[in-house]
């Protein structure tokens, strides 16, 4: 299978900062790649979260958690959506980007963060007409 990297790319995001897009259409229900990094406590992931504006930052399970900013991927800078194209499957110590629908080639990826360090304050830019309003 090719590399996340060969599938999509960084480039400057209308929702957040810098976002993931697709080089290519990716196919429903296929895996987009795996997201990387430093594996750390979930203590010390919640600690780093505490002083960054950008978080890379996903919890595996109650111990350990993945400091993707130290990593390669260019999934980590999958933006959050309340319509999301694409989900994040955590399974045997990995965290696996996939696609839920179809997703066009130029279009940027997103998935829905489900519940954050942010506990319902942090606003939503993402634009979806069915919007929470906050992550």
Known sequence: MATAGARV????????????????????????????GETISVREGRRRAASRQRIHIVELDERHAVDASRGK????????????????????????????????????????????HHEGRLPCKCGAADCNGFL
């Not at 790319?9 to 795996?34: Q, Y």
């Not at 933006?79 to 996939?98: D, F, M």
């Open 9 to 36: 790319r960084a480039l400057p995001s209308r929702i957040e900062g810098t976002g993931v897009f697709a080089v290519h259409e990716l196919p429903a229900r296929r895996k987009i790649g795996e997201l990387d």
């Open 73 to 116: 991927s260019p999934l980590r800078f999958l933006n959050h959506s309340c319509q999301p194209n694409a989900y994040i499957r955590i399974a045997y110590g990995r965290i696996e980007v996939y696609a839920l629908h179809a997703i066009a080639a130029g279009e940027e990826l997103t998935a829905d963060y489900g519940e954050t």
